[in-house]
């Protein structure tokens, strides 16, 4: 559980390699991790961005926004974490699909690069689509680059690519192809719950398969605690154990949405008192 390698990648963002045999071992695409930085600390999940079994490590990128990912930001390299639990949930369904369109805001788009490689690898023609606030909250742009046969970039202040958000080149995607009698089989999204929900809407008069990755409320990432649940298909369901990918079209977004804003307070109150 020793940090190997530590590198800013953008405003507020850190990338840690992480020296993990057993998970990076047995880790697949979508799957997650859960950290605790300290004996008396919360434990946070995070998306393996990489597992490579021949270094035995694994990849994580988080931002720098709460209180525990904060602290997490402040270990240095030879440092080692308090616990690192996984890999944990259901892999990403990866299968030749044909057409595919993946989508990932924010640092979100962290979570979507050992989809997007799995799904090339499968020999599946990827249109990637990022969306972030500003160029310099971009990251992996020339990995994924790599394994895109379409590249879009949008930004919402217009720095870099074009001007707008995702859901937009989504639309132009969309509509181009249906006047072109061709059609994506797969839709797969990650990033702020407005945008998955956005994408969700917009694909399905199209009826193409979505997959949204929920990044709802998780504690203990085992389903014990019950904090991450969503409303699938009117089922209930937990993010860590069921998910975290679940179909978009199937989500109640309402409700996960307000159950997003639960512990907003109490985040604020830890941060006050660590930046005080």
Do not use: W
């Amino acid at each position: 559980m020793k940090i190997l390698e530590k590198e800013r990648i953008a405003e507020n963002l850190t990338k840690f390699i992480i020296d993990s045999p057993l998970i990076a071992q047995k880790a697949l695409p979508g799957q997650f991790i859960v950290l605790m930085v300290r004996e008396n600390g919360e434990r946070i999940p995070l998306t393996i961005v990489e597992a490579d079994k021949k270094k035995k490590t694994i990849t994580i990128i988080f931002q720098e926004v709460g209180y525990t990912t904060k602290i997490l930001g402040k270990l240095a390299v030879g440092e080692s974490l308090y616990s690192l639990t996984g890999p944990l949930g259901k892999p990403t369904p990866i299968k030749n699909y044909g057409k595919v369109i993946v989508l990932g805001g924010g640092v979100g788009i962290a979570e979507l690069l050992p989809i997007a490689k799995a799904l090339k690898q499968k020999g599946n023609h990827i249109s990637t689509i990022l969306g972030v606030k500003t160029k310099g909250l971009l990251i992996l742009e020339q990995e994924l680059r790599a394994v895109s046969d379409e590249f879009y970039i949008t930004t919402d202040d217009g720095s870099y690519g074009k001007k707008g958000f995702t859901v937009d080149i989504l639309k132009d995607l969309l509509t181009k192809y249906e006047i072109l009698n061709t059609k994506y089989e797969l839709v797969y999204c990650v990033g702020p719950i407005p945008m998955m929900r956005a994408v969700s809407e917009l694909t399905r008069p199209f009826k193409i398969k979505t997959i949204v990755c929920l990044n709802s409320i998780m504690i203990d990432g085992t389903g014990m605690c019950g904090c991450c649940r969503v409303t699938v298909a009117g089922a209930v369901k937990f993010t860590c154990v069921d998910g975290p990918d679940f179909d978009g079209h199937l989500v109640d977004f309402n409700e996960l949405t307000i159950r997003q804003k639960r512990f907003l307070e109490h985040e604020k109150e830890s941060i006050c008192k660590l930046d005080g």
